[in-house]
C-alpha cells in the first residue's frame, strides 16, 4: 500500500487549515476596524545627535575649592551634583584634586518647594541618610558651590544639616563659603 494518500490527506488538511486561518483573520481585522495598508517608511537609522553642555563641579585643591569643568550628558541636568561623589580623573589627580564626598551614590538630587529649589539628600552606604553635620565644611561647600552653576538652581537644601532652629536641614550658598573658593 502506498504512503502518498496518507501524506497527500495530511497536506490537503494542513492547507484547509491555513485557509480557515486566513479567512479568520480576516474577518476579525475587518470587525475591529483594522484595515490593510500597503509598506510604511519607517526613515534612517536613529541618530544621538544631542548634544550636552559641559558642567562644573567643584573639587579639593589642597583646603580650596576650585571648579572644574567636565562633560555634561544630555537630559541628566544634576549631573554635576552626582559627579561629586566620583573619584576624581587622572588628569585631576595629578593635579592634586580630590572630593570630600563620600562614594558615588552618596547625594540624593530632587527639586522641591519653590521654583528653583534644589534638595540634595545625603546617603549613606547601606541606604540611609547619614548627617551631613558631619560633614567637613569643605563637602558642604561642594554641594553648595556645584549646585548654584546648575542653570535655574537659585537655593540648595542640604538635608541632615542642623539650621538656626535645629532642625535637621540648612539652606547652603556658596557664598557661605567664599574663604574656600580659591
Same mark, same amino acid.
Request: no cysteine; aromatic share 4%.
Given at each position: 500500500m502506498s504512503r502518498w494518500p496518507a501524506r497527500w490527506k495530511a497536506a490537503t488538511a494542513l492547507a484547509a487549515a491555513? &485557509?480557515?486561518l486566513a479567512?479568520?483573520? &480576516?474577518?476579525?481585522? =475587518?470587525a475591529y476596524g483594522i484595515r490593510p495598508t500597503g509598506i510604511i517608511e519607517a526613515g534612517g537609522p *536613529?541618530? =544621538?545627535? =544631542?548634544?550636552?553642555? *559641559?558642567?562644573?563641579?567643584?573639587?579639593?585643591?589642597?583646603r580650596r575649592l576650585v571648579p572644574v569643568v567636565r562633560p555634561g550628558l544630555p537630559g541628566r541636568p544634576y549631573l554635576a551634583l552626582s559627579q561629586l561623589g566620583v573619584p576624581p580623573t587622572?588628569?585631576?589627580?595629578r593635579r592634586g584634586l580630590s572630593t570630600e564626598i563620600p562614594g558615588p551614590d552618596g547625594l540624593s538630587v530632587r527639586q522641591e518647594g519653590l521654583p528653583g529649589t534644589?534638595?540634595?539628600?545625603?546617603?549613606g552606604?547601606?541606604?540611609?541618610?547619614? *548627617? =551631613?553635620?558631619?560633614w567637613s565644611r569643605l563637602a558642604r561647600g561642594q554641594v553648595a558651590c556645584t549646585a548654584q552653576t546648575i542653570p535655574?538652581?537659585?537655593?540648595?537644601v542640604l538635608t541632615g544639616v542642623f539650621n538656626a532652629e535645629r532642625s535637621a536641614w540648612a539652606v547652603v550658598r556658596c557664598r557661605d563659603y567664599e574663604d574656600l573658593v580659591g
Open positions: 491555513a &485557509a480557515v479567512v479568520l483573520a &480576516a474577518g476579525f481585522r =475587518a *536613529p541618530l =544621538a545627535a =544631542a548634544k550636552a553642555d *559641559p558642567i562644573t563641579v567643584y573639587l579639593v585643591e589642597g587622572s588628569a585631576e589627580v534644589m534638595v540634595v539628600d545625603v546617603i552606604e547601606a541606604g540611609g541618610v547619614v *548627617p =551631613a553635620r558631619l535655574g538652581v537659585k537655593r540648595v
